[in-house]
């Protein structure tokens, strides 16, 4: 089955960029329809980006269209959220999903 692990959280300020990275291992990533999803602190889990198995549609909420970027490679099997123009409200753990198969265990996005 598939595994997945995210990478790439951090502090940053107010206006800067991060990228979070989402490998997979036991399946290939293609197979699935792959998206973020955060959690703050007191708040329900909700989505921020989803993309299809191969790539070519994305969706994004509202709250993050225009300054997130989902997107994937499936030769590396592996998923990214480029996040620009960060805000404090987006501060979060983030995580990375395939469907309802699997989920990563979450990386700290923190923004100040």
């Known amino acids: 089955h598939v595994q997945l692990v995210e990478s790439g959280g951090g502090s940053v300020q107010a206006g800067g960029s991060l990228r979070l990275s989402c490998a997979a291992s036991?399946?290939?990533?293609?197979?699935?329809?792959v998206g973020w999803f955060r959690q703050a602190p007191g708040k329900e889990r909700e989505g921020v980006a989803a993309?299809?198995?191969?790539?070519?549609?994305?969706v994004s909420a509202d709250s993050v269209r225009g300054r997130f970027t989902i997107s994937r490679d499936n030769a590396k099997n592996t998923l990214y959220l480029q996040m620009n123009s960060l805000k404090p409200e987006d501060t979060a753990v983030y995580y990375c999903?395939?469907?309802?198969?699997?989920w990563g265990q979450g990386t700290q996005v923190t923004v100040s």
């Open positions: 999903a395939a469907e309802s198969v699997a």
């Open positions: 993309i299809s198995a191969g790539g070519g549609n994305t």
């Open positions: 036991g399946h290939t990533l293609s197979s699935y329809c």
